[in-house]
């Protein structure tokens, strides 16, 4: 079949699907009323989200369509129905899911109606659905991340089997648009652009668990932001594993930035946002659009990994140290005020201190506003966990203590050159700690608490950035007048 053609059959499959899916939800309802009577109140779920944005995102759909199927949605794990959305890029995100499985399992002896279902990433890999079967009995539904859509379907066939359904595919090419979304704050909202990764970094799961990169059509994209806008959203994230490789197998191939600038005429729309940028991708045009924008906001999130050519080489990232360095040079000259986030592994097979020195020379020239740095974890499959020089524990303790001192210095220094500036910030909810403050984001990602009520939540207010704290600021809203 042409790319043409498969992608007009694709869609038409995709909205006979959304059709499908909701009367699947139609008939989830009935159960849940079923049940609703023989507990005696409205059943209740919880969602439990671990890992990324995407996993974030996926759960405000499992939430979408958990409310429409007539569950109350709460917090807590004593709930009627738990589903942990897993995470495994690295081997502590499975850990923990074990771990606290043996908790559900107990709240679970307390209510005989309690079903506990699992999905996301970790679902993608065969030995955790045997451990599972093995060792978790009491677990009622398992599905992994291509068949998410199939959720109400899925939740039918468990209100109606005796033991545990599981149902994993190993890939798909289908999109399906328009089901229920809950979202967690009615100002904001991540948005996919794209799913899966092609990248194949020798040391990354995701290419096996989210499959072949896929990009939705810009006019889904668009609809999907226009009819958030008009429910109250002022700012998105634009979410994909390699935004900057969006659109190339579109039957009418469009650009990341070619795309933003679409985006950027949606009235109404304040702030766009998008995660990740993979280095090697990352185009002049997309630093011109966002320099000459109003609306995208003036951060980027550009992973290095490691400052080590021939680390990053093993590590199949495909850019040098150098191009690295000139690339964040470049951003920086073009648009002095954004700040530059990343993503570090310290402890890749063969890394050597003098490699986690290159690194650290990476960090102090660019001054990143924030790094998160993490240990290396072997994942069972990937190229990096078949290399025979893997490094021993205590160096890579050593490496890491060292990356995230200066880390932690240069984003201090960073941070702090915004003191004494009035900036505009997002509000985002009242402050946990203190309720006669409120939490704000600024355009470049930056925190800042300050006076205010629940009245401002979801506002663009202008604050006085006064005392720098490390990573966030103390501030002043400014009134008019
Ligand atoms: N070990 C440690 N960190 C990893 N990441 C991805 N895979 C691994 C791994 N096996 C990190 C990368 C990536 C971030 C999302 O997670 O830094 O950018
Ligand atoms: Fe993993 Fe690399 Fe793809 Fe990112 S770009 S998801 S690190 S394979």
Redesign the pocket.
Known sequence: MSKELTQITNKFEGEKETQRQLLYIEKAKEYVIGLQKELGHKPTCCVTTFGCQMNARDSEKLAGILELAGYELVEEEDADFVIYNTCTVRDNANQRVYGRLGHLNSLKKKNPHKKIALCGCMMQEPSVIEKIKKSYRFVDLIFGTHNIYKFAELLVAMFEADGMVIDIWEGTDQIVEDLPVERKYPFKSGINIMFG?N???SY?I??YVRGRERSRSPKDIIREIEALVADGVVEIMLLG??VNSYGKNLEEPMTFAELLMEIEKIEGLERIRFM?S?PKDLSDELILVMKNSKKICRHLHL?LQSGSTRILKEMNRRYTKEQYLALAEKIRREIPDIAITTDIIVGFPGETPEDVDETIDVINKVKYDNAFTFIYSKRTGTPAAAMENQVPEEVVKEGFDRVLKVVQETARERVSLMEGMTLDALVEELNEQDPTLVTARLSNNTIVHFKGDASLIGKIVPVYLKECHGFYYLGEMLTEG
Do not use: A, D, G, L
């Open positions: 990764c990248n194949f970094c990354c995701v290419p594993q390699n990740t993979h992973p």
